[in-house]
């Protein structure tokens, strides 16, 4: 399914991430706040970019129905996500979706170390998959920003609320402190079932326009 670039990225990734120096776990629990959960509504479309994706990578995708499940957010784990995603902001190139496939929207990994928000947000979905977090606690959500354009973060669903991993910010914050009007994201029961988030808004036609804007 991978390259030989691809699976370097990946490697690379775990091997950094592990061998990063662990925050005092004193330090680390002082960052876990209660953050809310998000009100999630009614099933509504896919991405075009997640179905292209789903496409091109079937074993990431096709895992049918699970069992929700939140991720203890300690120290040790909080810690762990943290890694993963100073690692893949700091490593990752912001390049948009027109300049790096000339295409409007594509959604995939930076195999070449290039990439746009959802390919951020694919990116630490995979790595914290791969280090033992459940995948039915990392979604795929899509966001309008501040100037009202596509965004895709990824959301963490925690037994403390839900956070959001960002290209666009190293911090971690819950997801109401974020500055974004949340639109929709995937269910945690069913990885090609969206659902709606807050009160109805209309989806961005892209996720990240085909600009030199790199989100």
């Not at 390259?3 to 960052?31: D, E, I, M, V, Y």
């Not at 959960?37 to 895992?63: D, I, K, L, M």
């Not at 190293?170 to 974004?180: C, G, L, N, S, V």
Request: proline share 5%; with cysteine; glycine share 8%.
């Amino acid at each position: 399914m991978f390259g030989t670039r691809g699976k370097s990225l990946f490697a690379a990734g775990l091997l950094a991430c592990g061998l990063l120096g662990a925050a005092p776990a004193q330090a680390a629990t002082a960052g876990i706040v209660n953050a809310t959960f998000a009100s999630v509504g009614q099933e509504t479309s896919v991405p075009y970019g997640w179905v292209g994706f789903c496409q091109r990578y079937a074993g990431e995708c096709n895992h049918g129905t699970l069992e929700p499940v939140d991720i203890n957010l300690n120290a040790k784990t909080l810690t762990e996500i943290t890694r993963i995603n100073l690692w893949v902001n700091k490593t990752v190139q912001p390049v948009s979706d027109w300049d790096h496939w000339h295409v409007a929207d594509q959604w995939d990994y930076p195999m070449d170390g290039k990439g746009d928000c959802e390919d951020y947000a694919l990116l630490k979905r995979r790595l914290l998959i791969a280090r033992g977090f459940p995948r039915q606690a990392l979604l795929m959500t899509v966001v309008k920003d501040e100037h009202n354009e596509g965004h895709a973060v990824l959301t963490v669903k925690t037994n403390h609320g839900e956070y959001i991993l960002d290209n666009l910010t190293d911090k971690i914050k819950p997801w109401a402190q974020t500055p974004y009007r949340f639109v929709k994201r995937q269910s945690q029961s069913n990885e090609m079932v969206w659902l709606r988030i807050g009160p109805p808004t209309q989806a961005p036609a892209y996720v990240s326009r085909g600009t030199s804007r790199t989100h």
